[in-house]
């Protein structure tokens, strides 16, 4: 399985924590999860819609290119709403949580 996968491969060149968390289908899965707070009109979530495809229509007819989207709209995104929408985005926060109050 890739997460398990990629986690002891990461694990066995540092000692320092490692996480890794998988989109559950793609990175504009979680950005999508947030979408009514990325400026794109009048827009609703809805769950069985895929990321990538509901921003693409929003967007016409402007292009969706990823390089630089992506990161517009990541910052955009309401994190607190996009982690009650997305269970392996809260579980990247509750990771990213887990390794801070190790620090």
């Given at each position: 399985?890739?997460?398990?996968?990629?986690?002891?491969?990461?694990?066995?060149?540092?000692?320092?924590?490692?996480?890794?968390?998988?989109?559950?289908?793609?990175?504009?899965?979680?950005?999508?999860?947030?979408v009514?707070?990325?400026?794109?009109?009048?827009?609703?979530?809805?769950?069985?819609?895929?990321?990538?495809?509901?921003?693409?229509?929003?967007?016409?007819?402007?292009?969706?290119?990823?390089?630089t989207?992506?990161?517009?709209l990541?910052?955009?995104m309401?994190?607190?709403?996009?982690?009650?929408?997305?269970?392996?985005?809260?579980?990247?926060?509750?990771?990213?949580?887990?390794?801070?109050?190790?620090?």
């Amino acid at each position: 399985m890739l997460g398990p996968d990629l986690l002891a491969r990461a694990q066995a060149v540092t000692a320092v924590p490692v996480v890794v968390i998988v989109a559950e289908r793609d990175f504009e899965d979680w950005i999508y999860t947030a979408v009514e707070h990325l400026d794109l009109g009048k827009a609703a979530w809805n769950s069985s819609e895929r990321g990538k495809n509901a921003i693409e229509s929003l967007l016409t007819p402007e292009k969706y290119v990823k390089s630089t989207m992506q990161a517009r709209l990541t910052q955009r995104m309401d994190l607190d709403v996009a982690r009650t929408r997305s269970t392996s985005l809260n579980r990247l926060f509750n990771k990213i949580d887990e390794i801070l109050a190790r620090i």
